[in-house]
T-cell receptor, first 112, second 108 residues
């Protein structure tokens, strides 16, 4: 079972570059979300989606865009990378927001 | 505002000792509370949730609405329990909020 798959696992960007972090799940979950994990701050919600075509902002959405064209995929776009976006990014999916969340392996992003 | 507080960044105990990881939440409605665990080089995974009232790997957690707490407890810690633990709150909307996490280190 693949579960939640994130790519890439590691990425180094220069300030100002853009990129897309990929997230795919094969469990037919409606609810998907993106978090960033920073030391001492835990996981903070960036964006989430309750189904194809529906997205909304979380706690720290600035500098990030998302789209949900299919149930399976929920990519996260960094429009113009900044050093403050250096973090570990996790994608998660669940049947409902109250159900168990399944996480991807994470993407470690460094912006120099 | 909804908030989850884990006051300890690091908790170090000896093998066989009891362990308690604290979690306090702020939410005026009926919360759904979870504990997630991240072992070294593994992805974050659910440990337990309050509505299931089960014990997983010897861990239990009781929701105390009066104290707005959901502390995670285990009577006898094992070395394999060393990991990062996150308390999480789902508010019935579409957001799940995580605490800052507590790193548990169980010494031999």
């Amino acid at each position: 079972n693949a579960g939640v798959t994130q790519t890439p696992k590691f990425q180094v960007l220069k300030t100002g570059q853009s990129m897309t972090l990929q997230c795919a799940q094969d469990m037919n979950h409606e609810y998907m979300s993106w978090y960033r994990q920073d030391p001492g701050m835990g996981l903070r919600l960036i964006h989430y989606s309750v189904g194809a075509g529906i997205t909304d902002q979380g706690e720290v959405p600035n500098g990030y865009n998302v789209s949900r064209s299919t149930t399976e995929d929920f990519p996260l776009r960094l429009l113009s990378a900044a050093p403050s976006q250096t973090s570990v990014y996790f994608c998660a999916s669940s049947d409902t927001p109250q159900a168990e969340a399944f996480f991807g392996q994470g993407t470690r992003l460094t912006v120099v | 505002a909804q908030r989850v507080t884990q006051p300890e960044k690091l908790l170090s105990v000896f093998k066989g000792a009891p362990v308690e990881l604290k979690c306090n939440y702020s939410y005026s409605g009926s919360p759904e509370l979870f504990w997630y665990v991240q072992y070294s080089r593994q992805r974050l995974q659910l440990l337990l949730r309050h509505i299931s009232r089960e014990s997983i790997k010897g861990f239990t957690a009781d929701l105390n609405k009066g104290e707005t707490s959901f502390h995670l407890k285990k009577p006898f810690a094992q070395e394999e329990d060393s990991a990062m633990y996150y308390c999480a709150l789902s508010t019935g909307g579409f957001k799940t909020i995580f605490g800052a996490g507590t790193r548990l280190f169980v010494k031999a």
